[in-house]
C-alpha cells in the first residue's frame, strides 16, 4: 500500500516567518511530487510540482525534493495570514498505460499564520 | 484562467438514491478523475478515464459507481443507491498532459450527503 504521510498540525507560524511543511512517502518509484492548498470546504489548488531532487522556487514557495530520503517538503517565506490553510502533499506512483495518473494524497497540514 | 465546473454544488439524499455529479472538464484535457474526500480524511482516488473509458479504478469505485461522458464535454460520476458512507466531498479533476503530470486541476466539488 503506498502511503504519504504529513503530520496533520495545527503548525502556527508568526506572520512574516518561514512555514516548513514536510512530507514523506513509501513508494520509491514515485516520480512527480505536487503541493496543494485547501481551504476549508473548498477543493485542492495546486502550488508547485516538483520532479527532480533538489528546490524548486516558485515566488514565496518553495519545494524542496530528496528521492534518497524520499521526503518532499514546502517551504513558504514571509507567511501572510492568507496562507492559512491546509497544505496538502501528493505523489505520482508513475504513468499508467493509458497516461492517466493515479496521485496518492497525504491527510494534509494546517498551516495557521498568526497576525 | 480555465476552469472545471461542477454541479451541484451541494446534493442531498436519501439513502439507497441514485445521483448523478456532473463535470465540465477544461475543454481541451483528455485525462480526467474522480476524487473523493470524507470530512477530514484524505482525498481519495476514485477513478480515472481517458478515450471514453475508464483507465484505473479504486476499491472504493465498486459497482455502485459509474461514469460517463455522455456528450463529448459533461463528464458524470453515478452512485446508484447511495449509503450513509458516501457523504463526502466529490471532485473531478482534468489534465492535458499525457506526460509525467503536471497537476491536476480540481474542479470546486459536489458535497454529497447521504440521509
Known amino acids: 500500500q503506498k502511503e504519504v504521510e504529513q503530520n496533520s498540525g495545527p503548525l502556527s507560524v508568526p506572520e512574516g516567518a518561514i512555514a516548513s511543511l514536510n512530507c514523506t512517502y513509501s513508494d520509491r518509484g514515485s516520480q512527480s511530487f505536487f503541493w496543494y492548498r485547501q481551504y476549508s470546504g473548498k477543493s485542492p489548488e495546486l502550488i508547485m510540482f516538483i520532479y527532480s531532487n533538489g528546490d524548486k522556487e516558485d515566488g514565496r514557495f518553495t519545494a524542496q525534493l530528496n528521492k534518497a530520503s524520499q521526503y518532499v517538503s514546502l517551504l513558504i517565506r514571509d507567511s501572510q495570514p492568507s496562507d492559512s490553510a491546509t497544505y496538502l502533499c501528493?505523489?505520482?506512483?508513475?504513468?499508467?498505460?493509458?497516461?492517466?495518473?493515479?496521485?496518492?494524497f497525504g491527510t494534509g497540514t494546517r498551516l495557521k499564520v498568526l497576525a | 484562467e480555465p476552469e472545471v465546473t461542477q454541479t451541484p454544488s451541494h446534493q442531498v439524499t436519501q439513502m439507497g438514491q441514485e445521483v448523478i455529479l456532473r463535470c465540465v472538464p477544461i475543454s481541451n484535457h483528455l485525462y480526467f478523475y474522480w476524487y473523493r474526500q470524507i470530512l477530514g480524511q484524505k482525498v481519495e482516488f476514485l477513478v480515472s478515464?481517458?478515450?471514453?473509458?475508464?483507465?484505473?479504478k479504486s476499491e472504493i469505485f465498486d459497482d455502485q459507481f459509474s461514469v460517463e461522458r455522455p456528450d463529448g464535454s459533461n463528464f458524470t460520476l453515478k452512485i446508484r443507491s447511495t449509503k450513509l458512507e458516501d457523504s463526502a466531498m466529490y471532485f473531478c479533476?482534468?489534465?492535458?498532459?499525457?506526460?509525467?503530470?503536471?497537476?491536476?486541476?480540481f474542479g470546486s466539488g459536489t458535497r454529497l450527503t447521504v440521509v
Open positions: 501528493a505523489v505520482n506512483g508513475g504513468p499508467l498505460p493509458t497516461g492517466t495518473y493515479k496521485y496518492i
Open positions: 479533476a482534468s489534465s492535458g498532459y499525457r506526460g509525467q503530470g503536471y497537476g491536476y486541476t
Open positions: 478515464f481517458y478515450n471514453n473509458e475508464i483507465s484505473e
